[in-house]
């Protein structure tokens, strides 16, 4: 499937380039995926920005790391191999799991129990972490943008049936509220 996205990428002439190899983290299965970014961004980076190479690394390039740890997980990381390896670890270990966290486990209760795929997005932690990255390109309007409170995460999940694949979007009203909230000048 990537080889497949990769070459129709080069068909289209995308400014961005993507490769994919297999490869071997301490004798475990590990995907590597790389997008050069570097194309698709101006040199030096945005006007009043920092270069992109803060944001993707002096090459240009993210990288994804996606390492089959047994038979039904796969731990993805950014950056390098060793933060590939550090995740592993920490899931080996028995790290907090994340249905365990009892704002995950009100959005699991609201999505379908029979989905093969499950995904969360904290709004929260979305908007934090885009903040993070503008402060450190040194965008100006990088603070400007307003926290969001803790809520339950948006869910997705999603199973393949025999006419296709069904999927669900719960966003709970907490969610809502919160984002409702910033309107106004602050949460509710």
């Known amino acids: 499937m990537i080889n497949v996205m990769r070459d129709v990428m080069k068909k289209l002439d995308a400014p961005m380039k993507y490769d994919a190899k297999m490869g071997k983290l301490d004798a475990m299965p590990m995907l590597e995926f790389s ?46 191999q060793e933060t590939a390896r550090k995740a592993v670890e920490r899931y080996r270990q028995g790290g907090k799991a994340l249905h365990s966290d009892p704002e995950v486990a009100k959005t699991s209760a609201l999505l379908p129990k029979d989905a093969q795929m499950r995904g969360y997005l904290s709004p929260h932690g979305l908007i934090a972490f885009i903040k993070g990255v503008m402060t450190n ?34 966003i709970p009203g907490e969610v809502l509220e919160a984002i409702g909230g910033l309107q106004g000048g602050g949460p509710r």
Not at 57 to 74: E, F, H, I, N
Not at 155 to 160: E, T
Request: net charge negative; proline share 14%.
């Open 35 to 80: 997008v050069d970014m570097s194309a698709a961004m101006p040199a030096g980076g945005a006007p009043g920005m920092a270069p992109p190479a803060k944001l993707f690394g002096p090459d240009g390039k993210l990288t994804t790391y996606m390492v089959a740890v047994d038979k039904q997980t796969v731990v993805a990381s950014y950056v390098n």
């Open 137 to 170: 390109m040194g965008a100006p309007f990088g603070q400007m943008i307003p926290d969001v409170p803790e809520t339950p995460p948006i869910g997705m999940a999603a199973r393949i049936a025999p006419a296709g694949v069904a999927a669900d979007l719960v």
